[in-house]
T-cell receptor, first 116, second 110 residues
Framework: GAVVSQHPSWVICKSGTSVKIECRSLDFQATTMFWYRQFPKQSLMLMATSNEGSKATYEQGVEKDKFLINHASLTLSTLTVTSAHPEDSSFYIC????WGTGYGYTFGSGTRLTVV | SQQGEEDPQALSIQEGENATMNCSYKTSINNLQWYRQNSGRGLVHLILIRSNEREKHSGRLRVTLDTSKKSSSLLITASRAADTASYFCATGTGAQKLVFGQGTRLTINP
């Protein structure tokens, strides 16, 4: 079945630095990828939708300059948390949708970001 | 924004019992999906039910959908310790993106 690989699985960074998270579709072409944020014991909040070759569509309240999303190829999307602060600490999850497969979404295993 | 409301928020049952989780949503949908999430992990797709379907089965899972009440239920029969996880419903609309419910934390006691 479809597999989405997300790296790193966890990262600790200092305040003020930037962190990049990668999301790769391993055996299919993902025309659309989604980035979610999840706080402990809470649900997934959609941050943005990215389509290959175009700018990401951000959800209301999500800072575009803070969370940079790039979807340069059909198999790779990246989320960069810029100038990270402790309040950015969270669990970030990507998902990908394969063109022509109907409603199927495949999720990455998530990245635990801790900003100290 | 979150669309789904799930209840209960937490459920603890004995192994072998059945677990039922409910999900309500607010707008029209194309489909409703259920996912499982083990602690600190990604989501695993369990089952999808389309808006024109009323019931669907997959192994020990049974999902119902009532579009008139904008609600769905997930039944897990003969629960096992490995079923311990959080379960989320997610609604799909024509806009591609999934909107997740608040989730139910299920604990199966051996």
């Amino acid at each position: 079945g479809a597999v989405v690989s997300q790296h790193p699985s966890w990262v600790i960074c200092k305040s003020g630095t930037s962190v990049k998270i990668e999301c790769r579709s391993l055996d299919f072409q993902a025309t659309t990828m989604f980035w979610y944020r999840q706080f402990p014991k809470q649900s997934l909040m959609l941050m943005a939708t990215s389509n290959e070759g175009s700018k990401a569509t951000y959800e209301q309240g999500v800072e575009k300059d803070k969370f940079l999303i790039n979807h340069a190829s059909l198999t790779l999307s990246t989320l960069t948390v810029t100038s990270a602060h402790p309040e950015d600490s969270s669990f970030y999850i990507c998902s990908a949708r394969e063109w022509g497969t109907g409603y199927g979404y495949t999720f990455g295993s998530g990245t635990r970001l801790t900003v100290v | 924004s979150q669309q789904g409301e799930e209840d209960p928020q937490a459920l603890s049952i004995q192994e072998g019992e059945n677990a039922t989780m409910n999900c309500s949503y607010k707008t029209s949908i194309n489909n409703l999906q259920w996912y499982r999430q083990n602690s600190g992990r990604g989501l695993v797709h369990l089952i999808l039910i389309r808006s024109n379907e009323r019931e669907k089965h997959s192994g020990r899972l049974r999902v119902t959908l009532d579009t008139s009440k904008k609600s769905s239920s997930l039944l897990i029969t003969a629960s096992r310790a490995a079923d311990t996880a959080s379960y989320f419903c997610a609604t799909g609309t024509g806009a591609q993106k999934l909107v997740f419910g608040q989730g139910t934390r299920l604990t199966i006691n051996p």
